[in-house]
T-cell receptor
């Protein structure tokens, strides 16, 4: 009953450090997305992928990179973390008719 | 571009009260409309959807009707329960192409016994 799994669930980084967030889905979905959730702002799209080996920029891509080397995995990287990247990050996937979301990663950059 | 505006929260109601959460949108073309619900500490879950004008989505006692003339998709429930306490997000998007969704800012709902 996995669906979309995100790791880690929580992380604290120091400014300038790097990290990778992993999203894995077991539903064979083509489309995958990374969103960030900030208070009062809803969810904003960072990057997305329409299939293995493809990536594209969303609404707020600056400071992030992504890769989709395998269909089931979508990685979100922060090369040099900044306090403005403190947020809750959600991964989602779909094959149409609505998204399936992971449970989120809460990232704090100090 | 596309955008979604939800009523400001938080909303606090008593159990068995009638609920309305307003959602209006701006979009080009003919998007699909969605309501998602987020319980504490969890990801978002699809609550209901409508894919064309005048469609009514429904689930778990919640309903919303796609109104093209007023560009609205208001969420309603006749009698809320404590277990309905959550954050509700209205969203729009296409079921074709990249299927990107645009979300409203969310409305926090608290139901008191």
């Amino acid at each position: 009953n996995a669906g979309v799994t995100q790791t880690p669930k929580f992380r604290v980084l120091k400014t300038g450090q790097s990290m990778t967030l992993l999203c894995a889905q077991d539903m064979n979905h083509e489309y995958m997305y990374w969103y960030r959730q900030d208070p009062g702002m809803g969810l904003r799209l960072i990057h997305y992928s329409v299939g293995e080996g493809t990536t594209a920029k969303g609404e707020v891509p600056d400071g992030y990179n992504v890769s989709r080397l395998k269909k089931q995995n979508f990685l979100l990287g922060l090369e040099s973390a900044a306090p403005s990247q403190t947020s809750v990050y959600f991964c989602a996937s779909t094959e149409g008719y609505g998204y399936t979301f992971g449970s989120g990663t809460r990232l704090t950059v100090v | 571009g596309n955008s979604v505006t939800q009523m400001e929260g938080p909303v606090t109601l008593s159990e068995e009260a009638f609920l309305t959460i307003n959602c209006t949108y701006t979009a080009t073309g003919y998007p699909s409309l969605f309501w998602y619900v987020q319980y504490p500490g969890e990801g978002l879950q699809l609550l209901l959807k409508a894919t064309k004008a005048d469609d009514k989505g429904s689930n778990k006692g919640f309903e919303a009707t796609y109104r093209k003339e007023t560009t609205s998709f208001h969420l309603e429930k006749g009698s809320v329960q404590v277990s309905d306490s959550a954050v509700y997000f209205c969203a729009l998007g296409s079921l074709q192409g990249a299927q990107k969704l645009v979300f409203g800012q969310g409305t926090r709902l608290t139901i008191n016994p």
